[in-house]
Each structure stands twice: as structure tokens, then as C-alpha cells.
């Protein structure tokens, strides 16, 4: 079924009033987000679960470079936000979904070998649809 996913503004960290996105249904759909493996329910109906595991290093330079550079903020928000939300929320909600996950992609996006066997399995998929 259609959905209106929506939309986030990422300076304010809220969503915008009003404003969605329309997602229509399509044969394969990839769900995105560090979030994606939290609900119980929404593990229940994807048929592979992934996850991206980046390095820790990798993680803190990505998010020094969009807050800081892309929103704006300043290096001690940026140090105070990630010591007291985003590292230990992290650890307490985004790290333990490794668990649910039946295929988990080190190196994160930089792992070509992982990135051709998902090519390869949603090529499957749509093959198998059709």
C-alpha cells in the first residue's frame, strides 16, 4: 500500500508539519535507517535485515562533518551532543540491533564485496517478481 513518509528537517532534528513524501509499492523496497532494525514488527515483515556496521572513527568524522559544517553548529555542541546523546544512544539502541540482522556489512558503504552480493540478491528478487 502507498505511504506517506515524513519529512524531516535535519536543523531543527524535527519533522515538518504537513509536508510527506509519497511512497508508492514497488516489487523490491529498501528501508533505510539507523533505526530500521529497532521494531519488532517491522523486522517481522523484511525479508533480509542488514546492518551497515561502521567504524567508530568513521562515525564521529561523519557526523563532525554534517553538524558542524553542513547545520552549522559548533565543535563544542557538536562534542557535548555526541558524548551525552548520539555515542550512548548508539550503544543503547543502534548497536544491539546487530543481533536481528542476517547479514552485517563491515567497513560500512566501502565494502564492495557486500554491496555486489545485495546487487546481486535484489536482481534475484526482481527476476523472481516478475
Known amino acids: 500500500k502507498p505511504v506517506d513518509e515524513p519529512v524531516y528537517d535535519y536543523t531543527t532534528c524535527s519533522r515538518l508539519k504537513g509536508q510527506s513524501k509519497r511512497i508508492e509499492p514497488r516489487p523490491v523496497i529498501i528501508l533505510e535507517g539507523i533505526m530500521a532494525l529497532v521494531d519488532p514488527a517491522i523486522r517481522e515483515i523484511l525479508d533480509m535485515k542488514i546492518f551497515v556496521d561502521a567504524d567508530c572513527d568513521e562515525r564521529l568524522i561523519r557526523v563532525?562533518?554534517?553538524d558542524v559544517v553542513e547545520r552549522g553548529r559548533t565543535m563544542e555542541d557538536l562534542?557535548?551532543?555526541?558524548?551525552?546523546?548520539?555515542?550512548p544512544m548508539h550503544n543503547l539502541h543502534i548497536e544491539p540491533t546487530k543481533a536481528y540482522a542476517d547479514l552485517i556489512v563491515p567497513q560500512g558503504g566501502s565494502n564492495l564485496v557486500a554491496i555486489n552480493v545485495l546487487k546481486e540478491y535484489i536482481k534475484f528478487l526482481l527476476i523472481d517478481k516478475n
Open 79 to 87: 562534542v557535548n551532543r555526541y558524548q551525552n546523546i548520539i555515542k
Open 64 to 66: 563532525i562533518r554534517r
